[in-house]
């Protein structure tokens, strides 16, 4: 049996197989130009600041409380640029002021709590240490 090159069976395709592949547009003008309307709307940006106080309130959990105030101050000025502005981000700027004043809510209680351990040792050791006359 001999697998030379056969004269029949399937040989290569005639006129050279597939044309090269045309191009984008499909002869509807060029540049960038939409034939079926404006297109998808732009989308809004959103606010640095919203972005801002969402990232304060996360690290007012984490330290003591102080990027907290921040992230309020953020927050608040970030919702009136949105209501001016119309710019995107409204829900992170809210959720940033929820952690912030939820980080300053905390740290206050803690505070509070260590100076009331604080009273309890020291003014219990005061007091019974105290001879009266």
């Known amino acids: 049996m001999s697998y030379d090159n056969h004269s029949g069976g ?28 404006y297109g998808a709307p732009q989308p809004r940006p ?8 969402l990232v304060m309130g996360i690290a007012g959990l984490f330290v003591c409380g102080i990027t907290s105030l921040v992230g309020i101050v953020l927050g608040h000025v970030s919702l009136g640029q949105i209501k001016r502005t119309g710019e995107e981000g409204r829900g992170m700027a809210i959720a940033g002021l929820v952690l912030s004043y939820f980080g300053v809510a905390c740290w206050v209680i803690v505070l509070l ?3 009331g351990l604080l009273g309890i040792l020291f003014g219990g050791a005061a007091v019974s240490s105290y001879s009266g006359a």
Do not use: E
Request: charged fraction near 5%; proline fraction near 13%; glycine fraction near 42%.
């Open 10 to 37: 399937y040989g290569p395709p005639k006129g050279g197989g597939y044309g090269p592949p045309g191009g984008y547009g499909g002869g509807y003008g060029g540049g960038g130009y939409d034939p079926y309307g």
């Open 46 to 53: 959103n606010n640095g600041m919203a972005v801002a106080a």
């Open 113 to 115: 709590v260590w100076l």
